[in-house]
């Protein structure tokens, strides 16, 4: 499948980023779950969280407190919320697939090219 | 959470020449183990998958080894389109990623 992120490039400290990843090419109704990473400058790749189709959702503890990730069937789609950001979360945000292998684990098999956020007043 | 390393950091090549990444566990992940690779503006893309399975459609040049907490990635030939850079992930808990290995033109 293909997978297109969109969202705001600018997002102001303190509110919530959110973003969209359109699929074509495959459905989001498979047994795939599907997910978020991220990478900030200079940084390693991150983990955010995924979701299965039917609403249930792993993520990193570490955001935990602080992501959303949300799907819908209708439109292909699935979503990030991530709140009360903070100049740290400055990244390229990616969507991807993950394999349906015991997740939380597995491996991501289809990657979004990645849409860059930043944090700034 | 489980640390990954990799080595070397950078990785100077000529097409043709064999190269192999090392990368590294805090703690034994078995085989659960993913190599993708990296370029600038366009979609990582996925080579390995538990340690040493070829994703679909990944040319055969490229191969993976190891289990518990040390694997390789190696590219027997390298080719002009593999100057890219390299990321292990581990899955044996919650996905983590090593912080990459470049790959670039001697």
């Known amino acids: 499948p293909q997978l297109q992120e969109s969202g705001p490039g600018l997002v102001k400290p303190s509110e919530t980023l959110a973003l969209t990843c359109t699929v074509s090419?495959?459905?989001?109704?498979?047994?795939?779950?599907w997910g978020w990473i991220r990478q900030a400058p200079g940084k390693g790749l991150e983990w955010i969280g995924s979701?299965?189709?039917?609403?249930?959702?792993y993520y990193n503890p570490s955001l935990q407190s602080r992501a959303a990730i949300s799907a819908d069937p209708s439109k292909n789609q699935f979503s990030l919320r991530l709140s009360s950001v903070t100049a740290a979360d400055t990244a390229v945000y990616s969507c991807?697939?993950?394999?349906?292998?015991?997740?939380?684990?597995?491996?991501?098999?289809?990657w979004g090219q990645g849409n860059l956020v930043s944090v700034s007043s | 959470d489980i640390q990954m390393t990799q080595s070397p950091s950078t990785l100077s090549g000529s097409p043709g020449d064999r190269v192999t990444i090392t990368c590294r566990a805090s703690q034994t992940i078995s085989s659960w183990l993913a190599w993708y690779q990296v370029k600038p503006g366009k979609a990582p893309r996925l080579l390995i998958y538990k340690a040493s399975d070829l994703e679909s459609g990944v040319p055969s040049r490229f191969s993976g080894s190891g289990s518990g907490t040390e694997f390789t990635l190696t590219i027997s030939s390298l080719q002009p389109d593999d100057f890219a850079t390299y990321y292990c992930q581990q899955y044996n808990s919650y996905p983590t990623f090593g912080p990459g290995t470049k790959v670039e033109i001697k």
């Open positions: 090419g495959g459905s989001i109704t498979s047994a795939y779950y």
């Open positions: 979701i299965y189709y039917r609403g249930t959702t």
């Open positions: 991807v697939r993950h394999s349906p292998f015991q997740v939380p684990r597995g491996w991501f098999d289809s």
